[in-house]
Structures are given as C-alpha cells and as structure tokens.
T-cell receptor, first 113, second 114 residues
C-alpha cells in the first residue's frame, strides 16, 4: 500500500529560525511530489513540485529536496516568519496513477515571537 | 473572489438528514474533486469528475453521491448523514496539463453531524 509519512507531527520554532520538515514515501514508481501549505481554516496551496529527476526546488524562503533512491523529501524553511505558521502536507503522485494521489498527514508548524 | 468557492462553509446537522455541499469554480478547469480531511489522517478522495458526463468513485465513496451540473459546478450529497461523516470537506480542481496535476482547493466546508 502506498504510504506517505511526515515528521515531525508538530513543531514550534522562534521567528527568524530555520526548520526542516521530512517526508518519507513508499510510492514507486512515482511521477512527482508536491509540498502544500495549509493555513488554518483554508484549503491547501501548492508550494513546490518535484519530479523524480530533480534534487532541489526553491520557492522564496522554501526549499524542497528529493532523494528518489531513499524515497525521502524535505522542506526547508529559511528565516521563518509568523505567516509560516500552517500545516505542511507532502503529496505523492504515482507514475501512471492518474488521480491516485497519496497525502501525508502533515506537519503542523507554529512560529512564535 | 476565490477561484474555487464552497458553500456552506459551516454546517451542523442531525443524523439522518440530507446534506448538499456545493462547489463552483472560475478557473476553467475540467477536473473537479471532493476530498475529506479528518484530524490525524491525510486528505482522502471521495469522488472526482473529469468532465460534465464523467463521474468516478474515489477511495471513500460509500455514503456519498455527487452531481456535475456544469463544467464549473460539482456538488457533494450525503443522503442520510451519520456522525462519522463529521469532517472538513474540500472541493478541488485541476487542469489537463500532463505531469503537473496541481490541485486548487476551495476553502473547505466544515460539517458536523450530531
């Protein structure tokens, strides 16, 4: 069964600090991996997409990495801001799988002053 | 205005009642989806539609039905609501470009079944 596991489940950091969120998946072969940000009370919004051939992708202060050999991805947030407080969800699309996306349960990040 | 609009945003109902959640989109996408989100669980697909004449079951379709009234409208119905259908429901759209598959979500409909 395809699975996506995220760690940590929750995280609290001080404003200005960096943090790294982890995503391990069993989906194979896979087409792409996305990180979504979900603010409280809102729908998820895509941050980055990575295909199996990409190792890193940046979107402002967000940098995603992918190791297809170990089936691991990480999302690094630099110089965190209060507005980064949200749930971050890792989503994997299998190759040829159409709409059979596998969602992680998310990491809840809280950035404090 | 939001590109994907869900109504109602919040609804409290009783067991056995019929409920309809509505979704409309202005993105011009052909593909529309209904997902359910529960605490501690990832988003789970209920139903999806690739065009007006296409309806497909997702992984948790039991107890739900859908209607694709137009390219821009996709509604989810609970014919007889039960308490374990209490959840946050999301409508989403995506376009047909191969290999991308970005989902654009509405802001969610929180349903409580007493």
């Amino acid at each position: 069964k395809n699975q996506v596991e995220q760690s940590p489940q929750s995280l609290i950091i001080l404003e200005g600090k960096n943090c790294t969120l982890q995503c391990n998946y069993t989906v194979s072969p896979f087409s792409n991996l996305r990180w979504y940000k979900q603010d409280t009370g809102r729908g998820p919004v895509s941050l980055t997409i990575m295909t199996f051939s990409e190792n890193t992708k940046s979107n402002g202060r967000y940098t995603a990495t992918l190791d297809a050999d170990t089936k691991q991805s990480s999302l690094h947030i630099t110089a965190s801001q209060l507005s980064d407080s949200a749930s971050y969800i890792c989503v994997v699309r299998p190759a040829g799988g159409g709409n059979k996306l596998t969602f992680g349960t998310g990491t809840q990040l809280k950035v404090e002053l | 205005d939001a590109d994907v609009t869900q109504t109602p945003r919040n609804r409290i109902t009783k067991t056995g009642k019929r409920i309809m959640l509505e979704c409309s989109q202005t993105k011009g996408h052909d593909r529309m989806y209904w997902y359910r989100q529960d605490p501690g669980l990832g988003l789970r697909l209920i139903y999806y539609s690739f065009d007006v004449k296409d309806i497909n079951k997702g992984e948790i379709s039991d107890g739900y039905s859908v209607s694709r009234q137009a390219q821009a409208k996709f509604s989810l119905s609970l014919e007889s609501a039960i308490p374990n259908q209490t959840a946050l429901y999301f409508c989403a759209t995506s376009d047909l470009r191969p290999g991308t598959g970005e989902l654009f979500f509405g802001e969610g409909s929180r349903l409580t079944v007493l």
